[in-house]
């Protein structure tokens, strides 16, 4: 399968690519690593009329220590981010999910920012972006702005960017010295979690202090489970201690029916995941 | 049509291409490297594998375009033409059997010389989670992993392929590292 013929340009800078995003508007369309768009247009699912590929701008990638927060390149290639020291030592969240994200040569090409900028509501990323708080910066022909992992996830493959602004990084608050665990439930190797839960814990002693919880394809976007998190402060970190606080996991959601499993299986898995991811996060037996 | 360069397989090729053109195809169709075949045509197989600026990635999900400047390794390039010696891991693959109809093989080598390359001493779920981006539908993977340990130099690994080739659920011992 090959895809419809189009235009490209590979800009070198990000003025560079917001103009040309500003010049030919709808009917262009950001590849990024291209692991998801490229099936999509051999698919021809999508025919834009030009490509701009974000992969010569050398600003966009790589990782840095910002005080309080790290920063992330959105063309910083999975592989990297998964083997990065400062990613693993103050955003261990972010390497767990990274470490099984689709497959090694899918994590090589894909990037963070275009797997978060994608939006799937099963892709891996987005629940730990939203458990740490994490912040998105979007550039525009009127400059950057910021914002919250909140309010960037508006819908199914819709995010706050707009049509002329591209993602150029994120920045995810430093959780170091939490524990964390991605646990992703699937049916064969390299497939999207038919659910997965995010989960960092701050520990004193054998108490969770504070959690941090994200949930992975159970509605529209990815979700942070805010009422579980709550209910996990000041509990030990034992099966008793956290059972009835993963029971909140699926209050609220609105998880969707597919060849996979239908809402209620979704809902079930987000509760006994969430136990497991926490369990397994705070380093405790019974996970 | 946009003008690319890059190194493939040692030589530097300019051509050129559509900006729709896979890499895959690029290699195919215009330098005639057939080598590497283009297995689902979506992504999922990994028959596909080639190193990119020695990284591996899937050249249906590549474009052409995107390699221009670049270095690329195929199936073709591993080989050391010049003692006419095989690679360790083609050597490996031979040597296992890690193969029956034998169309994933150029994937299932590029992306094991990756690992290996990450990873010169993987145990056996390492091996397994490194080639999980590539599908075999003849072997149930068992050969292919044990041409993975043997490439790797682990010991033991290459008398027990004769046992493994008819034995569907490897016994433990065949396993353990």
Not at chain 1, 143 to 157: E, I, K, Q, W
Request: charged share 20%; net charge negative.
């Amino acid at each position: 399968m090959i895809p419809a013929a189009f235009d490209y340009v590979a800009p070198t800078s990000v003025e560079d690519a917001v103009a040309a995003l500003a010049q030919h508007g709808d009917e262009a369309k950001i590849i990024a690593g291209g692991q998801s768009l490229l099936p999509v247009l051999r698919m021809r699912l999508n025919a834009p009329e030009m490509v701009i590929d974000l992969g010569r701008i050398d600003t966009l990638r790589g990782v840095r220590d910002d005080g309080d927060a790290i920063v992330i390149g959105a063309m910083t290639p999975h592989s990297v981010v998964g083997s990065d020291p400062l990613v693993a030592q103050h955003a261990g969240l972010v390497a767990a999910a990274v470490e099984h994200l689709a497959d090694a040569q899918v994590r090589h090409r894909g990037t963070f920012g275009g797997a978060l900028a994608h939006a799937d509501p099963a892709g891996d990323l987005g629940a730990p972006a939203r458990a740490l708080g994490a912040e998105f910066a979007i550039a525009g022909s009127g400059g950057t702005r910021t914002v919250s992992a909140d309010d960037f996830f508006v819908d199914l493959f819709e995010t706050a960017i707009g049509e002329d602004e591209i993602l150029t990084e994120v920045r995810i608050p430093k959780h170091t010295g939490w524990g964390s665990h991605y646990e992703k439930f699937v049916r064969v190797a390299h497939q999207w979690p038919i659910v997965a839960v995010a989960a960092s814990v701050r520990m004193e002693g054998g108490t969770i202090a504070e959690a941090r919880v994200g949930l992975t394809n159970m509605g529209s976007t990815p979700l942070r489970a805010r009422q579980v998190e709550d209910a996990l402060a000041g509990q030990p970190a034992t099966p008793d201690g956290v059972r009835a606080a993963a029971e909140l996991a699926a209050d609220g959601t609105e998880p969707p029916s597919d060849l996979n499993g239908d809402a209620g299986y979704r809902r079930h898995l987000a509760r006994v995941l969430t136990r497991r991811a926490v369990l397994a996060a705070a380093g405790a037996d019974g996970a | 049509m946009a003008r690319i360069t890059l190194k493939v397989d040692g030589s530097t090729v300019s051509d050129d291409v559509e900006p729709r053109m896979l890499l895959v195809q690029y290699l195919r169709e215009k330098l005639g490297k057939t080598g590497t075949v283009i297995g689902c045509d979506t992504s999922n197989c990994g028959a596909c594998t080639v190193h990119l600026d020695g990284t591996s990635v899937k050249s249906c999900n590549v474009l052409a375009v995107q390699a221009d400047g670049r270095e690329v390794t195929t199936i073709e390039g591993l080989a050391d033409t010049v003692d006419d010696e095989l690679h360790p891991v083609q050597e490996a693959f031979r040597e296992c059997r890690g193969l029956q109809c034998g169309f994933c093989t150029p994937g299932m080598i590029m992306q094991s010389v990756d690992l290996l390359k990450d990873n010169p001493d993987p145990s056996e779920e390492e091996i397994r989670l490194g080639l999980e981006g590539n599908l075999c539908r003849c072997t149930g993977y068992h050969n292919i992993v044990k041409a993975v340990q043997q490439a790797a130099g682990q010991s033991g690994a290459a008398g027990r392929h004769r046992a493994g080739a008819t034995t569907a659920g490897a016994p433990a011992e065949e396993v353990a590292e």
